[in-house]
C-alpha cells in the first residue's frame, strides 16, 4: 500500500533553475494538495486540485504552477528557482468528503534547497 | 482565519498528561488532529465531527465543543513516542475537506 508518492526526497538548486516536483497516489483520491512548510512552522497551500482538470491556487502559489491530468498525478512545477523557495515540500491527497475516519495522508516530502 | 493552538510548545515528563486546545473564530463542521515528528511527514489523528463527540485513539483522546468553536486534544500518561509537533485543521462544511485551514502547531517534548 503506497498512499502518497513523491519525488526526489532532497534537491539542490541553483538560482534561475526550474525543476518539478512529482506526486502520485494510489488512493484513487479526488483531491490532492501541495504544501511547503518552512522550519519551524506550519503547513501552507500552495494549490490543490478537486479532480483531474481541475486545479486552484492556495495561500502562497506565486513562482509555482501545477497541473492535473489524471487522478493519481499531481505535479509541482518550480519556475526560475529562488532561495525563498528553499522549504519542504509535501503532497497530500484525500477523499472529497470529509468523513470521521479518514484524514489527509501525505507524501514524505521533498527538502529543496535553492542556492 | 487560522486557528489558534495553545500553548504553543510543552515539555512534559514521561507518564505525565498533556492537553492541546484549537480554537476558532468561525463556526466548524470538524477539526483534524496530526501530529508530525521530526523531520517526518504529518499524520492523522482523528477527525471530531460538529456533534460535541469525543474520540479516542489509544492514550490519546479529543474533544469538540461546536459552540466554543473549540477542540481539545488529551494525551494521557505521555510515552516518549508521542513527541513532536501537534497540528489542527479546520473546516467550515462537510464538502470543505479542500478548505482546510491548519493551525502554527503545537511542539510536545516528552522527556525520560
Known amino acids: 500500500n503506497a498512499g502518497v508518492t513523491q519525488t526526489p526526497k532532497f534537491r539542490i538548486l541553483k538560482i534561475g533553475q526550474s525543476m518539478t516536483l512529482q506526486c502520485a497516489q494510489d488512493m484513487n483520491h479526488n483531491y490532492m494538495y501541495w504544501y511547503r512548510q518552512d522550519p519551524g512552522m506550519g503547513l501552507k497551500l500552495i494549490y490543490y486540485?478537486?479532480?483531474?482538470?481541475?486545479?486552484d491556487k492556495g495561500e502562497v502559489p506565486n513562482g509555482y504552477n501545477v497541473s492535473r491530468s489524471t487522478t493519481e498525478d499531481f505535479p509541482l512545477r518550480l519556475e526560475l528557482a529562488a532561495p525563498s523557495q528553499t522549504s519542504v515540500y509535501f503532497c497530500a491527497s484525500s477523499q472529497s468528503r470529509i468523513s470521521s475516519n479518514y484524514g489527509y495522508t501525505f507524501g514524505s516530502g521533498t527538502r529543496l534547497t535553492v542556492v | 482565519q487560522q486557528p489558534v493552538q495553545s500553548p504553543q510548545a510543552v515539555i512534559l515528563r514521561e507518564g505525565e498528561d498533556a492537553v492541546i486546545n484549537c480554537s476558532s473564530s468561525?463556526?466548524?463542521?470538524?477539526v483534524h488532529w496530526y501530529r508530525q515528528k521530526h523531520g517526518e511527514a504529518p499524520v492523522f489523528l482523528m477527525i471530531?465531527?460538529?456533534g460535541g463527540e469525543q474520540k479516542g485513539h489509544e492514550k490519546i483522546s479529543a474533544s469538540f465543543n461546536e459552540k466554543k468553536q473549540q477542540s481539545s486534544l488529551y494525551l494521557t500518561a505521555s510515552q516518549l513516542s508521542y513527541s513532536g509537533t501537534y497540528f489542527c485543521?479546520?473546516?467550515?462544511?462537510?464538502?470543505?475537506?479542500?478548505?482546510?485551514?491548519w493551525g502554527a502547531g503545537t511542539k510536545l517534548i516528552i522527556k525520560p
Open positions: 485543521g479546520t473546516a467550515p462544511t462537510p464538502d470543505s475537506n479542500y478548505q482546510l485551514i
Open positions: 471530531l465531527l460538529k
Open positions: 468561525k463556526a466548524l463542521y470538524s
Open positions: 486540485s478537486v479532480g483531474a482538470g481541475i486545479t
